[in-house]
């Protein structure tokens, strides 16, 4: 009967079905961690994360707010969408080459506590941000339409060829954090292609830099950007500052913290993913409704699964990682915690966003990241990771009180419920 439910709504549907998908996901993920922790050590881990960092962060700052840019004016021009999918990715894929450039310069300024071996394998890895930034566009196309199962599907395959490659590596005896680096960042080569091969045939992107849907984008898109700059620094900046400040080892260790604390993303994302293009471009009312809807129900969930690994956190971590990990603990429960603040801020993002309205979020995150930055430099040097872990935290609970106020203040609507009712569990599933 509850499955029947389910079924029969089709939001709902979709978000269980990018959830599921997700879910394997980010267990073979834990799994592919696990493997290279094990393997490299707290110190091996670090460089590899320091590896990684540079290339994970660059793709999303050079996105110029393309990606919510697609979805929105494919659902306000459906006609259009041809156009507006070929000339993103032309845009994406100039945007991505630049970013790459300006990263490879700025380098060997960051990684000042690695030797040159290491700055030059980073540089390497920077050479699939021009993917990665396409790749993104072309998800893009895929969501717009509605295909989260097929995108879905892309992403295990993504993570089954890192997994793969790294067990390959390590029964090699040839698995090193650069390999390891290797394994993840260039194993979704073949899942662009395929990606593309879809999109292609799907959507038939018209690859063009016509003037008005180059201005339609990049209107929205720049209006966007700063949410896409800032929502990379608030994912990466805890990292890059770890970075700067801890040795090797320490990064590591924070590394795995992280790791595991985002297994309670699964839900809010998979809620988000879905939500964005149902709202998008709808009336102001519609979108607080159901944005307010998807808050309390996500929350309450993450909020109960955040309970039961912070009971379990130890066992798991010691377990599966080893004792050389078991420092990840502290930072491990305060990372839950942070968890759930965040994805509530940034579901409730989701009203300004497809109201038209993205540079409310660019504003809110811009105070976030500050926050979080100036938190680190304190905290950081202090408190080691647990000190980054509260840095987060402060800049997520910041962020969720400019969200309230720009509810009341700026768009001027009812600020959603927080706390989930009956009722809301009869619209979620409907009898």
Known sequence: MFLERIARNRRLNSVVQVMAVRAIVLATNLVTGMISAAML???GRGTQAALMVGPQFVGPVSELGLHASVIYNSKAEPDQEAEYLGCALVLALGAGAIGMLVAWVVAPYWLTQYDAATIHTARLMLTIVPMGVVMHILMS???SRGEFRLANRLMLVASLITLGALVILAKLDH??????ATSYLFGVVPIGIAMAWFVFRMIRPVINLRGRIVRRLMHFGFRYYGVDILGALSQYLDQLLVVLFLAPSSLGIYAVAVSASRILNVIPTSVSTVLFPTVAARSPEDIVELVGLAARVTTVIAAAAA???SLLGPFLLHTFYGVRFDP????FRWLLVDCIVANLGR???QAFTAGGRPEIVTGIETIGVATSAMAMVIFVPAYGTIGAAWSLLLASSVRLACVIIGYRYIIRL???RIIMTRG???RVLPH
């Not at 698995?175 to 390891?180: H, I, K, M, N, Y």
């Not at 990840?328 to 930072?331: F, G, L, N, R, S």
């Open 41 to 43: 050590g707290p110190q």
């Open 414 to 416: 009812q600020v959603p």
């Open 141 to 143: 196309g895929l969501e």
């Open 307 to 309: 309970i039961v690994l």
């Open 328 to 331: 990840a603990v502290a930072p």
């Open 175 to 180: 698995l090193t954090p650069a390999t390891a």
């Open 347 to 349: 579901i409730l993002y």
């Open 424 to 426: 809301d569990l009869a």
